[in-house]
C-alpha cells in the first residue's frame, strides 16, 4: 500500500476547501481523482518532487529529475548488486557480534530476536511507502512534506532541514567512532607492549590511517569503498564460520569483550542494534536513478522489496544461529585470536561508508568556495577518531546514547511519520463521487458507474484496501507505543539504575 484509502467527500464545499471526511464507507461508483494544491504542487527552497509510482516505469524528465538531484549524493545511482551490499551490511555488525553473549534463556532470546528482525522489515516497508506516497527522495524532504508541508513555511522548513542533518550526523559519527574503538577493544590485549605511550592511542591512529584511503572516496560508488564493504561481510562470513566450529566442536565461543559498552549493550536492545539501518529511503532512491529512460526495463531485477527482503533474510539466516552459541571469556588462544582480527576488520571496513555519508558540517560559504579540499570531511574524519580515544567511562554512555539514537530511528520515526502523514495531514487523493457537484469538466462521472459487475468489484477492491489499512495502521501504532516508547522508558530506568 502506497497511499492512503481514499476518503469520501460529500459536497462541494468539503471538495473545495481541500479537506476529507472520516471513513465510512465507500462509494462503489466514486472516482478516484488527483486533486492538486497550488501550495504542494512544487517543494520550497528549489525541492525537487519525485514520482514513485512505477516500479519501472519513469518518464524521461523525472529521470532526468532524479539523477540530477542524487548526483551530488554520496548515494549515487548504484547497482542492484551493490544496494543489495548496502541493505545487507548493516546486518554484519556490532550488534551480532555481541549475539553469542547475550546471556539469555532461549525461549527469551529467540522470540526478541525474530521480532526485531520483522520490526526491521516492517519498518524499511515504512519508509519504502513513504518515499512513493509523498514522492520525496530523501529523509529530510520526507521529514518536511509531514511537518512543514506548503508555502509560507520556509523557516520551519529550514529549521527541520538543519535538526534532521545534525541528528543523521550525530548518530553516524558516534556509531563510527564506536566501530573504531571497539575494534581497538578487540586488537588491544594482541598489541606489542613496548613503547613507553599508551597502546591505544597508537593502535587508534596505526587503524585511523589504515582505513583513510578509503574514507577519502567521495561517494559510496567507489569501487575502493563497495570493495572494502565486500570484505567487511566476508569478514564476519570468516568470523561466523569460525564461530559454528567452535560451538559444534564444544569449544567455548570467545566474548566480545570491550570496556567501552554502557549497560544497555546487554541481551535484548544488542539484538534491536543487530537490524538497525540508517540508509534505506537513500539506497531506494540511488535504484531508482539507475533506470534509464531508454531502457525503463533493464535486465537486472531493480524491484527494492525484493532486495530489502533478500537482505534481511541473508542477514536473519547469518546471525540467527549466533543466538544459540554459548560464550565464555576462556576459549583457546589461538581461536580467541583469529576472531578477534575477524570482528575488528568486519567494523573498520565499516567506518568509510559511514563517514562519507556523514551530511557535511555547515562551514561557512567563503571557506567552501575557496577550496575544493574536503575540509569537512576532514574535520568529521578526526572527530572520530578524538571520540574514539575518550576515557572508558564517557565511551560507555556514548554507546548508550548511539543504542537509543539508532533505536528512535528505526523502529520509532517511520512509524510517527506514516501517522502524521495519513491521520492527521490531508491526502494527496480524494475520492469524489459522481453525485457531488464537479467544478470542472475533468470530473464527470465515469461512463463505467452503472454497470454492477465493475461496482461490485470496486467495492471488494476497495474493503481490500481498508483491511489493509487498519493492519498498517495497528502496526504502526504498536510499533510507536509498545515497542518504541516502552523501550524508550525501559531504556531509560535501565540507565539510571531503576531496574
Same mark, same amino acid.
Given at each position: ?56 516505469? $519513469?518518464?524521461?524528465?523525472?529521470? $532526468? ?19 543489495? @551490499? ?6 554484519? =555488525? ?24 520483522? &520490526? ?53 559519527? @558516534?556509531?563510527?567512532? %564506536? ?15 613496548? @613503547? ?23 561517494? %559510496? ?30 569449544? &567455548? ?56 527482503? @533478500? ?18 571469556? =576462556? ?17 573498520? &571496513? ?102 454492477? %459487475? ?18 498498517? $495502521? ?26
Amino acid at each position: 500500500m502506497n497511499s492512503p484509502s481514499p476518503r469520501s467527500s460529500t459536497s462541494s464545499d468539503s471538495f473545495a476547501s481541500g479537506r476529507a471526511s472520516p471513513i465510512n464507507g465507500f462509494d462503489s461508483s466514486a472516482a478516484l481523482i488527483i486533486v492538486p494544491d497550488s501550495e504542494d504542487s512544487e517543494s520550497p527552497n528549489g525541492g525537487v518532487s519525485f514520482d514513485f509510482s512505477s516500479e519501472d516505469d $519513469d518518464t524521461e524528465d523525472e529521470s $532526468d529529475l532524479q539523477l540530477e538531484r542524487i548526483r551530488d549524493s554520496p548515494i549515487p545511482p548504484l547497482s542492484s548488486i551493490s544496494v543489495f @551490499l548496502y541493505l545487507l551490511a548493516p546486518f554484519t =555488525k556490532l550488534g551480532a557480534l555481541l549475539a553469542p553473549s547475550a546471556d539469555l534463556p532461549l525461549n527469551v532470546a529467540l522470540p526478541a530476536f525474530v521480532l526485531f528482525a520483522v &520490526l526491521s522489515a516492517f519498518t524499511r516497508q515504512l519508509w519504502y511507502m513513504l518515499a512513493r506516497y509523498v514522492r520525496r527522495a530523501d529523509l529530510e524532504e520526507i521529514v518536511l512534506e509531514t511537518f512543514a508541508r506548503g508555502r509560507g513555511k520556509e523557516t520551519r522548513r529550514a529549521f527541520l532541514r538543519q535538526l534532521v542533518r545534525f541528528f543523521t550526523g550525530l548518530l553516524r559519527v @558516534l556509531v563510527a567512532a %564506536l566501530y573504531l574503538r571497539f575494534s581497538v577493544d578487540l586488537l588491544l590485549p594482541y598489541s606489542p607492549d613496548v @613503547l613507553a605511550i599508551p597502546a591505544r592511542p597508537i593502535t587508534t591512529l596505526i587503524l585511523a590511517a589504515f582505513i583513510a584511503p578509503l574514507v577519502a572516496a567521495r561517494t %559510496l560508488g567507489s569501487r575502493a569503498v563497495i570493495y572494502a564493504s565486500w570484505a567487511s561481510i566476508a569478514a564476519y562470513a570468516v568470523w561466523f564460520s569460525c564461530t559454528a566450529y567452535m560451538h559444534a566442536k564444544h569449544i &567455548l565461543v570467545p566474548v566480545a569483550e570491550s570496556s567501552s559498552l554502557g549497560t544497555l549493550w546487554h541481551g535484548i536492545p544488542a539484538f534491536s542494534f543487530t537490524f538497525a539501518t540508517m540508509s534505506t529511503v537513500p539506497l531506494y532512491a540511488s535504484l531508482k536513478g539507475t533506470v534509464s529512460p531508454l531502457h525503463p526495463k533493464p535486465r537486472r531485477s531493480q524491484s527494492f522489496k525484493l532486495l530489502s527482503a @533478500l537482505s534481511i533474510a541473508i542477514g536473519v539466516a547469518g546471525t540467527l544461529p549466533l543466538v544459540f552459541f554459548e560464550a565464555s571469556p =576462556k576459549p583457546p588462544v589461538c581461536l580467541k585470536t583469529t576472531v578477534a582480527v575477524l570482528s575488528a576488520a568486519s567494523l573498520l &571496513l565499516s567506518v568509510p561508508s559511514l563517514v562519507i555519508t556523514t551530511p557535511q558540517l555547515p562551514l561557512p560559504l567563503s571557506i567552501r568556495r575557496a577550496t575544493n579540499f574536503p575540509l569537512s570531511k576532514v574535520l568529521v574524519y578526526i572527530l572520530i577518531i578524538i571520540l574514539s580515544v575518550l576515557p572508558a567511562s564517557i565511551t560507555r554512555v556514548g554507546s548508550d546514547l548511539v543504542l537509543l539514537l539508532a533505536f528512535a530511528s528505526t523502529y520509532m520515526v517511520p512509524a510517527l511519520l506514516h501517522i502524521i502523514t495519513h491521520n492527521f495531514r490531508r491526502p494527496l487523493s480524494i475520492v469524489i463521487p459522481p453525485t457531488t457537484p464537479t467544478m470542472s469538466s475533468e470530473l464527470s462521472p465515469s461512463d463505467s458507474a452503472n454497470d454492477e %459487475l465493475l461496482q461490485r468489484k470496486e467495492h471488494m477492491l476497495q474493503r481490500r484496501r481498508l483491511g489493509r489499512r487498519l493492519v498498517w $495502521d495497528i502496526g504502526v501504532w504498536v510499533l510507536l507505543v509498545p515497542v518504541g516508547g516502552g523501550g524508550l522508558v525501559w531504556a531509560v530506568g535501565r540507565m539510571t539504575d531503576k531496574w
